[in-house]
């Protein structure tokens, strides 16, 4: 894949339009890295003059924040900001919405004021000004259910958006009994994605897979690379595999036009 | 003289009522204070519309509508036989008869009373049905482990109060011969008349001076029971979600003393061996984190006051659906138990808090229950009155992270990584790009 780095394109004195924050998950987990590919897919597709930071990105912090670990949190902000702003970037994309948060909340107090956006919402706006179509037949009548990651849901109050996107797929929509603001967490979120859970008498991401598997999908749809893993681990568990898929709206958009 | 014994019983009652009342809240305005100073006097036309909203509208209480509706009931009607307080208070103090009966007319007085009696029968409804939910239906979040006896005769006590408070009123107003005589406003009373049509008329003045009084030391016992009670959120639900926070829930708040700290270790300039300021230790934090109550910030220990008790963040918290300790609920609770404790604590000792061994983390709030959070913020969403529980779960694991190094093995070995190469995981940070050509 073509990818260009802010280094890179400092070099050749450019400044690209947007700067794709991939984050450690799109970077390092063997599934995440196929939501950031199918991102990268569309960002091509719509002509966006993109760049990553590469081996100069670095942990939000946002999982230690929430462990309790303020002091790594900041310096890992502090660094963070310190890179973004030396390549004045004003705009930021990412497919993980605990980063979206961090950026776009927690940043700014401490000096790193952006645009930021969810990547549901970049690709709304790609359509929106027109440099971005679905094709709405290959997917077409598909049996989909969406799980909101809490980040992008309560945190941030982005519900639409992304179910916007999942209807232009032109698939069966079907909403869990506990939805948008209701939705049950995938059970990753607070650094919970880093430990064993506490003892109880089931795990959080199974629960929420029951509430999925209740309106019977073919695919469960998502915009969080560790709502991902939690997910498919319940399907997975529910021995469901086979008839149920986890997938990102990114990788969805991507299928849907073949790219 | 003898004549006016009446009303200056009255007036004492009053007076000790309300004297009592005023002695607690005070009480409870130090408690809160004793909190952390934080500013929530910002964005003021933003916290007037959410106290509209969310305390005056009752806006979140429909998210589940059955007792949702119900309590709107309850609480139209109690706010507005209250206004009838006013009428009891000058008749009791002048020893007047339903003054305001011959002031404003028989036409809007007996559309007020009226009303005032749908109002009461709906309460009384409403009521029962509270009651039935709680104790023969038994409601699932009224039974979780937190719901201890106290907690689970509180609410019940209150139901009653409700229920004979609206009775008395009914009682009075069907034993009051005149007033059924007069017939404008005693749309129920009148139904409720004929059972006491075997008394004679002298005997009805008794029932109904009997329940004029007792409605009225009903309500200042009522009063007075507040403070002791979860009921205390009909007054707090007002500050309390003006104060609430307004920024993205997903926002948790950066530590200043942290970013003075770090801004100093990352100075290249700053030299590390410098000695610090004369005065300036004093502007260090005597620590990070909350391990207890006075630790907190005062919204966060008026939250504690506020809450209801109704366990609607319980109910949909992930850790507590899936059989972990944890309960936001109980959070709050604690919160509030031990904030009394101190208080009572200054109390005995001359306005000085005496250690006395014990803190809100580990005597009350285990670190199990703070590490089984997701910070989801569903607790948050499904207050409904502007309460953060989740706020509190992570002051306290900043404290067991950054005071006491007590995080879990496996959030250790996360936060190590992330210092030594960026990533929760053990990976390269060189590694970092990889993907682009895998
Ligand atoms: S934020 Fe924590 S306490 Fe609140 S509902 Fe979620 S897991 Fe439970
Ligand atoms: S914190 Fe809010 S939702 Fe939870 S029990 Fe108290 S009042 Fe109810």
Redesign the interface.
């Known amino acids: ?3 260009s ?1 802010m280094a890179d394109m400092m070099a050749q004195g450019k400044q690209p339009e947007v700067l794709f924050w ?1 984050g ?1 998950a ?3 987990d063997d599934r995440a ?1 196929k939501i ?2 199918a991102f ?1 897919k569309i960002l091509d597709m719509a002509g966006v003059d993109f760049a ?1 930071l ?2 100069e ?3 939000t ?1 946002d ?17 963070n900001i310190e890179v973004l702003n030396a390549y004045e970037v004003k705009t930021i994309v990412t497919c993980d919405p605990h980063s979206f ?1 961090t950026i ?3 940043y700014p ?2 000096g790193g004021k952006y645009k930021v956006y969810h990547h549901t919402q970049y690709i709304s706006k790609l359509i929106q000004d027109g440099r971005l179509s679905i094709d709405d037949t290959n997917l077409k009548g598909k049996r989909v259910t969406y799980h909101d990651p ?2 992008l849901g ?4 982005v519900y639409e958006t992304p179910r916007q996107l999942i209807n232009r797929l032109g698939v069966k929509m079907t909403e869990m009994k506990r939805n948008k ?2 939705a ?2 995938c ?18 991401n199974v ?2 897979t029951e509430d999925a598997l209740e309106t019977n999908p073919q695919i469960i749809a998502t915009g969080c690379p560790y709502c991902n893993t939690m997910m498919t681990d319940g399907v997975k568990f529910k021995l469901k595999e086979d008839q149920v898929v986890v997938k990102d709206i990114a990788e969805l958009i991507a299928e849907a036009n073949n790219l | 003289m003898e004549k006016y014994v009446p009303n200056i019983f009255f007036a004492l009652i009053l007076i000790a009522g309300i004297g009592y009342f005023v002695m607690n809240v005070r009480k409870l305005i130090r408690n809160i204070k004793l909190g952390k100073d934080i500013d929530r006097t910002d964005r003021k036309p933003e916290r007037w519309k959410n106290m509209a909203k969310i305390a005056l509208g009752q806006y979140k209480m429909v ?1 589940r509508p059955v007792s949702g509706i119900l309590h709107i009931v309850v609480y139209v009607g109690f706010i507005l036989i209250n206004i009838e307080m006013l009428e009891i208070v000058i008749d009791g103090l002048f020893g007047t008869h339903r003054v305001f009966q011959p002031i404003l007319g028989d036409t809007i007085y007996g559309f007020l009373i009226g009303n005032f009696e749908v109002l009461a029968a709906l309460v009384f409804v409403a009521v029962i049905i509270f009651w039935l939910r709680r104790n023969i239906q038994r409601v699932k979040r009224f039974w979780s482990k937190e719901m201890t006896s106290w907690p689970k005769n509180d609410g019940n006590i209150i139901l009653y109060f409700e229920m004979v408070l609206m009775s008395l009123f009914l009682i009075m107003n069907a034993t009051d011969v005149n007033f059924q005589e007069a017939g404008a406003g005693n749309v129920v009373s009148q139904f409720i008349a004929p059972w006491f049509s075997s008394f004679s008329h002298e005997e009805l003045h008794t029932i109904e001076k009997t329940a004029w009084w007792l409605h009225i030391v009903g309500i200042l016992i009522f009063l007075n029971y507040l403070y002791y009670s979860k009921h205390l959120h009909i007054l707090l639900a007002f500050p309390n979600t003006f104060f609430a926070k307004l ?6 708040d ?2 200043e003393a ?2 003075n ?3 100093m ?2 100075d290249p300039d700053a030299d590390p061996y410098a000695m610090p300021e004369e005065g300036a230790e004093d502007e260090v934090p005597a620590k ?2 909350a391990s207890d109550v006075t630790d907190l910030n005062w919204v966060q220990l008026m939250n504690a006051y506020t809450c209801t008790e109704c366990g609607r963040c319980t109910s ?1 918290c ?2 507590n ?6 309960s936001p609920r109980k959070i709050m609770m604690d919160t509030r138990d031990r904030l009394e404790e101190v208080g009572k604590n200054i109390d005995a000792n001359g306005g000085e808090f005496k250690d006395d061994g014990k803190q809100l983390l580990n005597d009350y709030i285990s670190p ?1 229950e703070l ?8 607790c ?3 207050c409904p009155i502007g309460i953060d529980p989740l706020s509190i779960i ?1 002051e306290m ?6 005071e006491e190094s007590a ?2 093995q ?2 250790n ?3 190590t990584n ?2 030594n190469n ?4 053990q ?1 390269s ?10």
Request: hydrophobic letters at 40%; glycine letters at 10%.
């Open positions: 894949m073509n990818v780095t991939v450690a799109g970077s390092y890295k950031t590919k990268v990553v590469g081996t990105e670095s942990s912090g999982a230690a924040k929430r462990a309790g670990n303020e002091f790594l949190f900041q310096m890992q902000a502090m660094t948060n776009k909340n927690e107090g401490l809490c980040y309560r945190a941030n109050d603001s209701t049950l967490c059970g990753a979120g607070g650094a919970q994605m880093f430990k064993e859970p506490e003892k109880g008498d089931m795990d959080i629960l929420r | 998210r920024d993205p829930k997903g926002q948790l950066n530590l942290v970013t700290e770090v801004k270790m990352m990070f984190g949909s992930p850790a659906l899936t059989g972990k300790e944890l199990e590490w089984a959070c997701t910070s989801c913020n569903a948050v969403q499904e992570m694991r900043r404290y067991l992270v950054m995080a879990p496996e959030l070995m996360m936060m992330i210092e960026g990533a929760p995981w990976y940070q060189m590694d970092r790009l990889n993907w682009k050509d895998e």
